[in-house]
Structures are given as structure tokens and as C-alpha cells.
């Protein structure tokens, strides 16, 4: 028996490196990525076989309620970034660099980069932007630190932008997806674009298109894990398919839960230290 780990990518029980999202366009098994926030959700959809974790800087409005993600930090990405990494063993895990964290200078998306990394232990990070950010980009990538890019809608861009909306310029998202591709990232997110869109970026660049709200031609999809498993309150965006509705069983063990301390029938004896 041999005594050298299995390479990489080799079985599904292997952890996902970036080489192996390197290889996946045009192969048959789509790339499953998942954003969440917490060690609870990271194992879950570890052990259901999520290539990739992603700590994304959405966790501003699923976890904390806030109108857009522009308030969030870097000590609160690593914060829970830490949490993710612990629960994660077999996919990669992915940090959203935060508003005005990399968007100043390369050297400073470098040594954020860099805090990312040493601090948290996950395999990469991502950030928003195309043409512009590709200084960042390549800086970042000099330095042996992968990076995912993100390009489309750009949530960090709402005052600019003037909401969360469809982006349907194709000439800028090709010229955007590019320049990123050009940069060094090792993947890409297309955010909100029409299909036949994310289809022709996917079919023109060589690395990983993961797609939100781009239709079925990516390389890989990533949801939100409270969106889809039904835990976000509110009107759901259009591309967010619920795969449960765990709100309905949860408030309903909520109520139990409140019902029951009022009534003394919780704890039981059994419950209880004699
Ligand atoms: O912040 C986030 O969760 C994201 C994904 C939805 C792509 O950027």
C-alpha cells in the first residue's frame, strides 16, 4: 500500500485544490459552490460535496439584515473565514475581500491578500471588479495567493450601479471577464448577466465561469446557502431556487420552544440533572 497521499482531484473524497478548478472547464462535472459564513453550515455542505466554500461579504445583509455589503470589514471576513476553514475538509475555501480592502493600491489588496490567508488558513480570494481591478489582480496572483474574480453585477458597486440590476452590457462583460482571465485569476463569478452572455464568456475563457443569476452555460453555480435553503426572509430574487423551506419548520420549533418554557413542560425530568 502506498504510503503518498493520492493526488489531488483524483477521487471525490480528495480536497479541491485550485488546479482542479483549473481543469474544469469543458469536463463534465460542474463545479457546486456555496456562500455561507459559519462552521455549522461550512460542514454541512462540506460533507454534501460542495466543491467550494465561499466567505462572501454578502454575509453584511443575510446575517446581519444591513441594505448591501459595503459596511463589512476585513477583521470580520477573517473572523468567520476562521469558522469556515474549521468546517471545511475536502473544498476550497474562497474569501471575499470586503469594500475599500483592495480597491486603493496593489500593495495594499496584497498585504489584505496576504492577512487573508496566514490568518484564516483558507485556499483564496475573491474580488469585484474587471479592466480596473486587474493591477490588483496581478499583484495579488505575483504574490502565490489565487484569486476568484467577479465581474457583472458587483454588489460592492450599488451607489455606483444604483441598485442590485441585471448588467446587460456584453461588450464590457467580455472586455471585463478578460482582463481578469489576463490578470491571473484561477475563476470567475458572473453575477446577474443575461445568458447567452455568460454563455459566450464562458465559451471564450479558458478558466472556471461560476455563475449567479447567469443561467445554465457556467462552468459551476454558486447560491447563497440561507437562500437556498430557504432561510432568507423576503422577496427572493429570481435566480434563487429554494432547494427546502427550512423558515416553515424552524419557526414552528421556535414557537414550540416558547410555548413550552411558558407551560413548564420544558425541560423534563429527562432533561434534568438529578
Ligand atoms: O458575497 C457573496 O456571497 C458572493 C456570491 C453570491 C457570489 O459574492
Redesign the pocket.
Given at each position: 500500500m502506498s504510503h503518498h497521499p493520492a493526488p489531488s482531484g483524483t477521487n471525490d473524497l480528495a480536497p479541491v485544490t485550485v488546479p482542479d478548478f483549473l481543469a474544469a472547464p469543458g469536463k463534465k462535472r460542474l463545479l457546486s459552490v456555496v456562500?455561507l459564513y459559519d462552521y455549522p453550515m461550512a460542514r454541512l455542505f462540506d460533507e454534501a460535496g460542495a466543491d467550494c466554500l465561499?466567505v462572501?461579504?454578502?454575509?453584511g445583509m443575510v446575517v446581519r439584515g444591513e441594505p448591501d455589503?459595503l459596511a463589512v470589514t476585513l477583521d470580520e471576513m477573517i473572523y468567520h473565514a476562521k469558522a469556515v476553514v474549521r468546517g471545511a475538509k475536502r473544498a476550497l475555501v474562497v474569501v471575499?475581500m470586503p469594500f475599500m480592502s483592495y480597491q486603493i493600491s496593489p500593495a495594499q489588496a496584497v498585504e489584505n491578500a496576504g492577512r487573508i490567508l496566514k490568518e484564516t488558513g483558507a485556499h483564496a480570494v475573491?474580488l469585484e471588479g474587471g479592466m480596473r481591478m486587474a493591477p490588483m489582480i496581478e499583484a495579488i496572483v505575483n504574490a502565490d495567493i489565487p484569486v476568484m474574480g467577479?465581474v457583472g453585477l458587483t454588489?460592492q458597486s450599488v451607489r455606483r450601479l444604483g441598485g442590485f440590476r441585471v448588467q446587460r452590457n456584453a461588450a464590457k462583460l467580455l472586455e471585463d471577464a478578460r482582463s481578469v482571465e489576463a490578470a491571473g485569476a484561477f475563476s470567475i463569478?458572473l453575477?446577474c448577466v443575461p445568458t447567452p452572455q455568460a454563455e459566450e464568456v464562458s465559451r471564450i475563457l479558458e478558466i472556471p465561469t461560476i455563475g449567479?443569476g447567469a443561467g445554465p452555460h457556467c462552468d459551476g453555480q454558486?447560491?447563497?446557502a440561507h437562500d437556498l435553503l430557504g432561510l432568507t426572509p423576503g422577496k427572493k430574487p429570481r435566480f434563487v431556487r429554494q432547494f427546502a423551506n427550512l423558515s416553515e419548520p424552524a419557526s414552528s420549533a421556535a414557537s414550540s420552544f416558547v410555548q413550552a418554557v411558558r407551560e413548564g413542560t420544558y425541560p423534563a425530568a429527562s432533561e434534568s440533572y438529578q
Open positions: 456562500s465561499l462572501g461579504d454578502s454575509l455589503s471575499d475573491k467577479h454588489p463569478v453575477e449567479i454558486v447560491l447563497v
